[in-house]
């Protein structure tokens, strides 16, 4: 079974530029999850959509960064312009949703590094 | 100033040993818990939950016991393998409806051959 799909699995870019990070979570898993990692501040929850409906975005850092999800199969994180201080992991996780098991299964994260 | 990066406690075991990661909570309102293991260069990975009605809970070689008095959860790994070295968080969940997890900052665990 294919799990969550992350791409791209590593990105490289200069300060200013725009940056696109994309998740495509487990068929059937109806809430989706941004998170960042880094050494600073640990594993941080961006934002979530349950339905494809953003729910909470109070961890997103500033207005720089944006997530959408246009359909069940496919969300987008975009960050512009980027910084160097964005220079983390970015994971997307996704779950059924059901409040009896809301468990969460992440991918395997987009490493950023904005020079 | 410098910066300071977040120092993970270390766990370190002898193959063969039982290990027992602790995570303490603060939320009263969390009824739902997991932990997750995260190996070098990969997302966390799913091991096992529990729900607040309940205090222990065990799977394959791994026990998790929850004691909401003292806001506290352990993980317990049986027979420690090599391949059990990564780093292991908590989450909880609150029960409010909202979905999102809070997530601890980690453990290190550590298995010497």
């Known amino acids: 079974d294919a799990g969550v799909i992350q791409s791209p699995r590593h990105e490289v870019t200069e300060m200013g530029q725009e940056v696109t990070l994309r998740c495509k979570p487990i068929s059937g898993h109806n809430s989706l999850f941004w998170y960042r990692q880094t050494m600073m501040r640990g594993l941080e929850l961006l934002i979530y959509f349950n339905n494809n409906v953003p729910i909470d975005d109070s961890g997103m850092p500033e207005d720089r960064f944006s997530a959408k999800m246009p359909n069940a199969s496919f969300s987008t994180l975009k960050i512009q312009p980027s910084e160097p201080r964005d220079s983390a992991v970015y994971f997307c996780?996704?779950?059924?949703?059901?409040?009896?098991?809301?468990?969460?299964?992440f991918g395997p994260g987009t490493r950023l590094t904005v020079l | 100033g410098e910066s300071v990066g977040l120092h993970l406690p270390t766990l370190s075991v002898q193959e063969g040993d039982n290990s027992i990661i602790n995570c303490a909570y603060s939320n009263s309102a969390s009824d739902y818990f997991i932990w997750y293991k995260q190996e070098s260069g990969k997302g966390p990975q799913f091991i096992i939950d529990?729900?607040?009605?309940?205090d222990k809970r065990q799977g394959q070689r791994v026990t998790v016991l929850l004691n909401k008095t003292v806001k506290h959860l352990s993980l317990q790994i049986a027979a420690t393998q090599p391949g059990d070295s990564a780093v292991y968080f908590c989450a909880e969940k609150a029960n409010t409806g909202r979905r999102a997890l809070t997530f601890g900052s980690g453990t290190r665990l550590q298995v010497q051959p």
């Open positions: 529990i729900r607040s009605n309940m």
């Open positions: 996780a996704s779950s059924s949703g059901a409040l009896s098991t809301d468990t969460q299964y």
